[in-house]
């Protein structure tokens, strides 16, 4: 791995910078600036620990749409860099009267204050903590403004400032997408009041990507979290500040695109994880109190919602965020777009696991890990028989060339198939997601979602070829179905936006429903993230997901039209749940909780069934919570001999795992795979 890129050396603290007011740089340096000579370098991250970096287009994107990640991450030990890519000034106005005046690098600098309040208080539970911050001029030719938090000096914020939208003043396109797609030559910096980037300059779609890789290179991190480069289609009436026909802001589009295209390049990250965007609001709740609470404590700081008197004369936070806490639109809910990186297949009589490291599929052997030759893979796969299914993803300037294809390994042979998608390339491609699959030994199925937003399967019999994709008929769905397939016949499973839709049929002939799965106070169940499934061996469906406006897990059983369901109380946790169903009946559960931590739970079948034929009940059973911090769904297993195994990607990117000997309890204790 080549070894960091320095930062030149033309480093220069803030209260050195000229042309700021001597009134505010006064308040300033009371706050968080620290005096030092002008010649002082910039620090070098500090590695206690595995670093998270997050690159975002706006300075509350993470406190959104990837906390509670960050405070997790925080408490296990790791450090973080946010990279955040835009000024986000909207209209410059910091309060919703239209009679406010426009002061776009004031509401710049209070957005940025309000991400480091933030953030002090997620590292130190003091918002008011003081950061130290630099001029730091990089040697992709661009000058970022690097933000150290003084008694924390493992968290770090980058700012690169430019400008969302300078079209409000020139009457033209000027969007972070623009310059991603080419429409737009260069963009412009703007200096929020009192940073250390005090002169405008322009920069270009290169510059910005020399900047991203450069800042991978320095930083390392073991984990990096992007937003949402595919965000699903607008259903329905466009809701907020939605961008014309995708469920996300146009600049968290365009952040995503640059900060994947980085990723690709530099090749070295570990764990690569998205997050959904303004979707979030399009789909229940699924935080706890354990996720909620904090999460809007932070949110809270950010919007300067906690009454505080900083001192600052451009504002304590962003007030434009009505709150309070987290608020009951797309604050409500955290989702990561891949929900499943992590596989455990069987080869040569022993359980191997699978997973996505370094943008790439590997199995870990004998001899440590193999890569398996394929494409440069999203953090997503599928394994159904002796089959794993990936996506390749080519994140492209021509919205026309986008591509977003499976890929099939025969896990046998050791031979890679390109089965593509339902929508070829370009825009409609992008609504593909995940890829759902199954095999009952004599037929392969694979599921995509299809650009009407239903789905499309591809189908393979014994002995022949994949036959075309071919649509089936039913409602849209939210990304991410599961299938499942016995002697014939296959059942593909997902969540729509207001129920539980089920397609069954041979592969070839079809039917749709919806399932009105029993749920809470006698109501269709609504899950509130990916809904998982298993095959029990009586040939019934079990399926597990989270219970909307919780984080509880619901588990339910049945075929055809008769299920029973269960509500299994969990204190936080936003991973949709795995499973795995062992010998003479019993089922492993496994997620994370409001810590972070693997919460696994060991039922039999005949628990599931406790609620009565038809009704929803309460199942309370103590989790066992594992020792570390999970950042992908955690894959489970159980051996011949009923031995229950474990794996998942930890805060240090590295893959985990544990086991139960049979009929033992639920592990506590993980440790590396190795």
Known sequence: MPSPLPLRRRDLLVGGVAGLAVAAAAAESAWSLREAAGDSAIPEPVRTGPIHMQITAHPDDCLYFINPRVARVLDDGAGLCTVVLTAGEAAGANAWSPAAPADFAGYAAARDNGLRRAYALLALGDADAPWDRYLAPLDSGQEVELCVLRDKPQVHVIFCSLWTNLGRITGEF?????????????????????????????????TVQATLLELLERYQPA?????????????GERLGAEQPGYSDHIDHTAAALFAWEAVRTWGAARTVEAWRGYYNRRWPGN???????PKGRALDVYSWNDGADCGLPSGCGDRLIAGPGAGITYGHATHPRYTAAVAAAEIDGRIR????????????????????GGPDTLPSLELAGTKLY????????????????????????????????????????????????????????????????????????????????????????HDAPAALALDGAFTIIAATPDNVAVWEGDGVDWTSRMLDLPGPDDLPFLPASAVTAAQAPDGRAVLASRVAGSSDVALHIGRGEDWTGVRVPLEGGVLAPAMAIGPEGALAVVCDDGSGAPAVLVLTLADLESAGAGRFG?????????????VKRPAAAFGSDGALRLWTVAADGELWTAEAEPGGEPPVSWSHAT
């Open 174 to 206: 000027t969007r972070l997408l623009a310059l991603w797609e080419g429409r737009l030559d260069d963009s412009l910096v703007l200096p929020p009041t009192g940073s250390p980037l005090t002169a405008e300059s322009t920069v270009d779609r290169s």
């Open 223 to 235: 984990v990096v979290n992007t937003l949402d480069p595919d965000p699903d289609p607008v259903v």
């Open 287 to 293: 935080l706890g109190a354990a996720d909620l609470e």
């Open 353 to 372: 696991p699978i997973t996505v490291r370094d943008n790439t599929a590997q199995l870990l052997g004998d001899d440590g890990w193999e890569d398996l």
């Open 390 to 477: 990936v996506i390749s993803a080519e994140h492209t300037h021509d919205p026309a060339t986008h591509a977003r294809d499976v890929h099939c390994y025969d896990l046998v042979s050791g031979q890679w198939q390109l089965l593509g998608n339902p929508a070829g390339t370009g825009p409609d491609a992008r609504i593909a997601g995940q890829v759902a699959a199954a095999d009952d030994g004599r037929t392969a199925l694979a599921c995509m979602r299809d650009p009407d937003d239903g789905l499309a399967v591809r189908v393979r019999t014994e002995g022949g070829v994949w036959a075309a994709w071919a649509r089936l008929d039913g409602p849209a769905v």
């Open 618 to 630: 309460l199942l309370s059973r103590p989790w066992t919570r594992g020792d570390i911090t999970v």
